[in-house]
Structures are given as C-alpha cells and as structure tokens.
C-alpha cells in the first residue's frame, strides 16, 4: 500500500507526544493519524488540528471510548462522563470515527454485553449532536476479561444493527479477528458502516494479552487478503497500523515507525 | 461436585507417570483419568487398562489426535498414522473418546479447515472398526496458529454435522469456549454429541497461549453454568479437570491434585 492511504496510530510510537506523532507520520508520508488520548492531554485541540491540516494529515480515529460495563450506577455515569470528553476530543479534531473499546465482563458475559447495548445507546444522541461517529471495535476472545466483552465481528454487526443509528458502526483490526471462519461473510455485512480499519500482525508467543502484536508482515496474517475484504465491502478510508509491543515499545521511535512502513509498503 | 462425577486429566500434574496418575485419582476418590499419550510411553495398555478397572476408574479421554492440516502429502500420511495409533491407543484403555487437537494454519485457514474436514472423514472408518468416539475440541482463538483452526463451538458443530457420523463429537473445555456469545445455544445444539466436558479457568495476564490456565475458581469463568448447560444438553459423563499451567506444574503433583479437588469441589 501507498503510504498516503495509510495513517500511523499513536499507539505504534508509544511515548512520542502528540507534535512527534504528526511529525513521524508527515515525514513518512502517511495520510493520517490515529490518536490515543494519551497523547492528547494538554494538547490545545484547536491547535493541534490546525497543526495536522496544515500538513495534509487526517485523524483517522480517537481511541478510545467504551468500558461501558461498570459494578455501579456511579461508576456507570463516571464512565459516561468520560465517554463524553472523548466525543468532544474526536469532535475538536475532526477525526474520523470514536473506537469504542466495549468493556469487560468477570462472570456474567450477558448483562455486560446488555450494558454495552445500553451505554452505547444513551451516547449516541450526544454524539449525533457533536457530529462523531461512534467505531465498535470487536477485540480477539483473550480479551473478554480485560477489555471487552464484544469478541467477534458478527456480534459487533448484531450490536450496531440492533443500535441502528448511522452513527454508530464498526472499527476493524486485523488482530482481533483475523482466526473467525464466519469474517469474510461478516466484513461484508458491515459494508458501510466500517468506519476504521486497521492492521497488527498475529505472532506467537503471546506474552500479555495487549502487546504482544507485530507489525504487518511479522505474523501469519493474510493482511492484503484482509484490506482487500474491507475495501470489497465499501471501506473508502485510510488503513491504521496500530500495533501494541512491548517488543517494538523498547525500540526508537524512528525505528518502529520505519518497520510499521515497510510492512505496510508489502500488503 | 463430587469427585466421583471427575476426572483426572494426566497434563494437570504434567511430569507424573501413568502409575502415579492412576493413585492420585484413586486417593482423591476421583471417578476416572483422563490420558494424555505422554504418560502411555512405554506403557503396557492391557495391564494399565486392568489396573484402572481394579480401582473403578474410567478412562474418560485420550489426547490427542488430529493436527490434521499439514504442508506436504507426506507429512498428511505420517499425521494419519500417528491418529491411527492414537485410536488404537484409546481402544486399548477403553477410553470414552479420542480428543482431536484438529491442527493449525499460517495463513491460509479456509485450506486448513478443508483439510481438518478431509482428514477427519478419512480417520472415521478406522476409529469406526476399533469402535473409538472422536472428539472434535474447539479451542481458543489465541491458539489458531499453533494448535487449531476450529475456533469456536459453534465451528465444530458445524463440522461434525457435515460428517454425520455417530463416532464424531465434541470435546468441550470451558477454557477455550467461555467468552462466546453463542456458547449456550450450541452447547444445546451439541447435545448428546458432547463426548467430553473439561474444565480450566482463564486467568491474565497469558503468559504463553498454551499453559497460563488456572484451576476451577481462580479466574471469571462461571464453571457451575458452564457444567449446567452441558448436563441440561444431555452430557451423563465424568467432568474432566485439565490445567495446563506453568505455574502449577512448577508445584509438586499432591499439591497440584488437591488445589483441583478443592475448586471443583465448589462447582
């Protein structure tokens, strides 16, 4: 892939703020950012989105929203509180889309994925009004416990067909689901309503469930089979690679961001 | 539940011999083992076999069979030979079934889990003549590159379905399944298909996707919905406790034993 439609999240340079970010990705040529918000405390918004149209650069996704699953009422409406800001941030920036990292469930899987429908739902009229799409991201099974409890794109497509708001649809990673025998049929199914797509790599040892992903190229995935799916299916937008590694976290920015482009330049 | 509705799978105190497996089952007043092909090495089956029915243990499953998906026709002969073994194996002890561990792929899933299917059909026959049940165990997605292709329950109903054969069924662990939103339903679907019902626990962070299981009670899962579901789909047999765990096998086996018997029993 060119460069130029693919956009470098945040989360790939891990400790770079937000003007290394826009820096890395202007230098490279990318098309984008993706923006952990992170990288987004006391960063003057208006600027900073000044900053990236300046240099042609989209914002691709804010991540993240979600953790909609709480033990309490409070807890509930401190998360919605939360969820809030981030619409605001991805309003401020312009970005893309909202990913929405669902929420995880100890026990009791149905009334989580019921707080999911019902936190998502309760968001999106304030998101309408900021004009923010909201990206549910399915996460691979190894993390239902940990980070959410919505663990394949087919029950990510019945989540948002159930939400039927147009504002509300899907963030695809390679990563998560790239070993389900229904994702072809499922990537499909979304058409339209993917509003982010982005790639890491399946390598093995896993050692921690979060960031132990390689860059594209690295693992087994068939990454151009996957791209060309989404394309398929109607996905006009930029391609993120977001990888989270402890592997690639301990090396120079520059270095991984190199390693991320030349992944990218053979899918 | 009672130890007596358990059985004791050989890897949860990896390292111990067949002997010794046969005695901690027996002290513990377990109502069988489940059999690992490590611990029958060298091992005369006739006398083994005789040794558990002396002490009223079953053998409630041998493992393993299948890495069916292989590279080379050559390697694909050598795969069914060692399966044929396998079901002689499980004949010998009188086993309730041969747990099939159906093989990985790189890449190319959709030709690995032609290949599971394929080798599977052609295994039938033989299993069928040594009158020795096939358990197909859908495993974690985490494992899909390095142990199986059939990812999820409802996969594996699938398959056994499109080979229609009463000596072709589940084997379930709770371990590999738990996250899915579809579980109940397929464990109902499964029904008396279900050959064999393990336990394990999910505990994070995974350290390695193959051996950072817990015993029953140590993680999130809801063990006694999950033994509820497979009893209301008509599963009569022993429930196996099988942990691979690097943490408890770095414990003597006694110790390994008791921690098993104290989780399920509160189950």
Chains 1, 2 share one sequence.
Request: glycine fraction near 10%; aromatic fraction near 6%; hydrophobic fraction near 45%.
């Amino acid at each position: 892939m060119d460069l130029a439609q693919c956009s470098l999240n945040s989360v790939t340079v891990k400790g770079a703020g937000f003007t290394e970010v826009a820096d890395l990705a202007e230098q490279w040529g990318f098309g984008g950012v993706g923006l952990w918000r992170d990288v987004l405390d006391g960063v003057d918004l208006a600027g900073a989105s000044a900053r990236l149209r300046g240099s042609g650069l989209r914002v691709t996704s804010v991540c993240r929203g979600g953790m909609f699953p709480q033990p309490t009422a409070e807890l509930r409406r401190e998360a919605m509180a939360d969820n809030r800001m981030a619409v605001d941030q991805a309003h401020a920036l312009g970005a893309d889309c909202l990913v929405l990292v669902c929420g995880a469930a100890h026990g009791d899987l149905a009334g989580a994925r019921l707080q999911v429908h019902d936190g998502i739902a309760e968001l999106e009229p304030y998101a309408r009004q900021a004009g923010v799409r909201l990206a549910v991201e399915p996460m691979h099974p190894m993390m239902a416990s940990s980070r959410s409890v919505i663990t394949s794109l087919q029950e990510a497509n019945d989540l948002i067909e159930a939400i039927d708001s147009d504002l509300v649809g899907i963030a695809l990673d390679s990563y998560h689901v790239w070993w389900d025998a229904a994702l072809q049929q499922q990537i499909a199914r979304a058409g339209e309503r993917l509003f982010s797509v982005q790639l890491a790599d399946w390598v093995t040892p896993i050692q921690g469930e979060l960031s132990s992903r390689g860059m594209p190229g690295e693992g087994c995935i068939d990454m151009t089979g996957f791209v060309a799916d989404c394309r398929n299916a109607g996905y006009a937008g930029l391609v993120e690679v977001e990888i989270l590694s402890d592997r690639w976290w301990a090396e120079a920015a520059p270095r991984a961001v190199h390693a991320a482009a030349n992944g990218l330049a053979a899918v």
